[in-house]
């Protein structure tokens, strides 16, 4: 019973957190590319590093810090900070996929980005603006996987596997991203947001009622419930949009 509880919430935690670390350095990865080709690689490969340097650093700081503040108030602290996280992901990728939003196309972005940086001026052999756009962009992508790879690890006092998992995400995405070049349009991004949303919503409901001292039923296997529970609604709200949209779309055709 107990092994399978803490198996069960050791899936999710590890699948949320490499889902997301892979949703977000796609993101990075974008960025880093563009200002490659476009500026030279030397300066947004040292951007990177101090980037993912200084992500580091924020995890091993307050990561332990986090763990001294009390169980409830941690737990309660944790789940609202989750269920916020987990409803912006969800949001967007529900209108996405009901066709209310556009699809974040990753070649697109790349192409923008390389006419904005072409238009900056002749690259230099260190490059103040390389590495500053590439630091920016993999920072500001990576800290929202800081901040689920520190409240998710610490909600279960698992911040090394967090990382680990986050790690894993971030060597992978590099290593494919290295293969594929440029054609990052072809990663099923959305689908992998609406996961992760549907995972943090449900470690947030989790870890809302650890934090109001409700006993869930079957310990961290709960998580699992939770899950197929959120995931069905997200279902069900893609379906009831797309039928609207059709109908609205068929009154309104000549």
């Avoid at 409803?87 to 974040?104: D, T, V």
């Avoid at 901040?147 to 790690?167: E, F, K, P």
Wanted: aromatic content about 6%; glycine content about 8%.
């Amino acid at each position: 019973m107990f092994a399978g509880s803490v198996s069960s919430g050791v899936v999710i935690l590890v699948v949320a957190v490499f889902l997301a670390s892979c949703v977000e350095m796609v993101e990075a990865l974008t960025i880093v590319l563009a200002v490659g080709h476009t500026r030279g690689w030397r300066s947004a490969l040292e951007g990177s590093a101090v980037a993912l340097v200084t992500l580091a650093v924020l995890v091993v700081v307050f990561g332990p810090a986090i763990v001294r503040v009390p169980t409830g108030t941690l737990h309660l602290v944790i789940g609202a900070i989750l269920l916020i996280f987990g409803m912006q992901w969800l949001r967007k990728a529900i209108l996405r996929s009901s066709g209310l939003k556009a699809m974040h196309d990753e070649d697109a972005i790349y192409q923008k980005l390389v006419s904005e940086l072409k238009a900056a001026g002749t690259p230099v052999k260190r490059d103040r603006l390389a590495f500053v756009v590439a630091f920016k962009g993999v920072f500001l992508e990576g800290l929202e996987v800081v901040i689920l790879v520190i409240t998710l690890g610490t909600s279960d006092h698992r911040v090394l596997l967090a990382s680990m998992s986050a790690l894993v995400a971030v060597v992978m995405v590099g290593v494919v991203g290295v293969i594929v070049a440029k054609q990052l349009s072809k990663v099923p991004e959305n689908a992998m947001k609406m996961s992760v949303g549907v995972l943090l919503v449900s470690y947030g409901s989790f870890w809302t009622g650890e934090g109001l001292k409700v006993h869930w039923p079957g310990s961290d296997a709960m998580l699992l419930v939770f899950a197929v529970l959120y995931a069905a609604v997200t279902w069900l709200l893609v379906a009831m949009i797309r039928r609207n949209e059709t109908a609205l779309a068929e009154r309104l055709a000549p």
